[in-house]
């Protein structure tokens, strides 16, 4: 019996649930589910909307067959602080006692409030005197862990353990499976150095990845549900009409003389701004080198011709996520290779256990 516990995404439209074993090549899939989310989701106070938002997560539960209790969450990447420091050379200790002070300078709200977290990504060593750490600090507002702790547990799950959005998907996608060729054994197994961009439903984060480290997080409030929105009022559709035919024409496509792609090319603009400045301060930093690939994750990302709109405005290779290339040679249903960019987070939820 897997003991381990699940990941669950619970997004602002769909929640999302996997379950992971682990095996010698890689992963295998015990469970993937994916179910609408309540309308008002985690937002509401009403005791009534979550008591509804309790009943979606043990609907999942229920749909997926799952058998542990104990679960892996994500908060909201637009409710949260993350910031990649660098660092003098510190101890645990001295770090310990600096994080609250440079957490100050970087959130904006008291830290009376807030749940602050913390994790060393590169410590060099004391020989290396010019040399910075780097750590990735985590704030969340309390009332926030509290919410989501309680929800979880009113469904009749245990939270093992709640982290930020943008981290599970890097655990998702940077994840590489250790090489059986003696003759490949010391070849440099990390990704290449990329650009991960999670279009949400309701925001966009963005993360580099450098020598499979993460140096850079940032998050706008933009994503698809505003390219619905626009496409809505365009068109005079529903929410949901609106939704269907961004899947199925894409915003390069002609059909409906181009319409698709004009109504969301002002919200996708304002993601590639913010794209092109993650490049720059990549570019500007660490000189000499390059962003090999753009990796477009979230239910947005299966937008047709989305990757080819910012690998021809970045002039960097861009692809859609597939958090699916951690598994062993399993064969999945057709739904949920599809939907394989919407599992992204709740894939890196479940590896967590396997850390």
């Not at 660092?87 to 609250?100: F, N, Q, R, T, V």
């Not at 410590?123 to 750490?133: I, S």
């Not at 720059?280 to 011709?305: C, D, H, M, W």
């Amino acid at each position: 019996m897997n003991t381990k516990s699940f990941g669950l995404d619970i997004g602002a439209t769909t929640i999302k649930a996997v379950s992971l074993s682990k095996k010698d090549d890689g992963f295998a899939l015990n469970f993937a589910s994916i179910l609408p989310t309540p309308q008002k989701g985690m937002l509401s106070e009403s005791p009534v909307d979550q008591e509804e938002m309790a009943q979606a997560l043990k609907n999942i539960v229920n749909n997926a067959k799952i058998t542990t209790q104990y679960v892996n969450l994500a908060l909201p990447e637009n409710q949260v602080y993350t910031k990649v420091l660098e660092m003098p050379i510190l101890s645990d200790k001295e770090l310990s006692s600096a994080i609250y002070w440079e957490a100050e300078q970087y959130i904006p709200v008291p830290l009376a409030n807030i749940v602050i977290d913390w994790r060393v990504l590169k410590r060099p060593l004391p020989t290396e005197a010019d040399t910075k750490m780097q750590v990735l600090l985590v704030g969340a507002p309390s009332i926030l862990i509290s919410k989501y702790q309680k929800i979880v547990e009113m469904a009749g799950l245990t939270p093992n353990s709640i982290e930020t959005e943008i981290l599970a998907a890097i655990r998702a996608l940077s994840y590489h499976v250790e090489k059986k060729d003696e003759s490949k054994k010391n070849e440099d197994q990390n990704m290449p150095n990329s650009l991960i961009v999670s279009i949400g439903a309701v925001s966009t984060s963005l993360a580099i990845i450098r020598n499979g480290i993460v140096i850079f997080t940032f998050s706008i409030p933009t994503g698809g549900s505003a390219i619905n929105r626009a496409i809505a009022a365009d068109f005079g559709f529903t929410p949901s009409q609106a939704e269907e035919y961004k899947k199925v024409y894409g915003y390069s496509s002609k059909d409906l003389g181009g319409k698709i792609g004009k109504a969301s090319k002002p919200i996708l603009m304002s993601i590639l701004a913010e794209i092109k400045k993650a490049l720059a301060f990549y570019n500007e930093k660490y000189k000499g080198e390059v962003i090999r690939q753009i990796l477009l994750s979230g239910g947005t990302a299966k937008l047709p011709g989305l990757d080819l709109f910012f690998a021809e405005n970045c002039g960097v290779e861009a692809a859609i996520a597939n958090p699916w290339k951690i598994l062993a040679d399993q064969e999945l249903h057709k739904e949920t290779t599809n939907n394989a960019t919407d599992y992204t987070i709740a894939v890196g939820l479940a590896m967590k256990d396997y850390e």
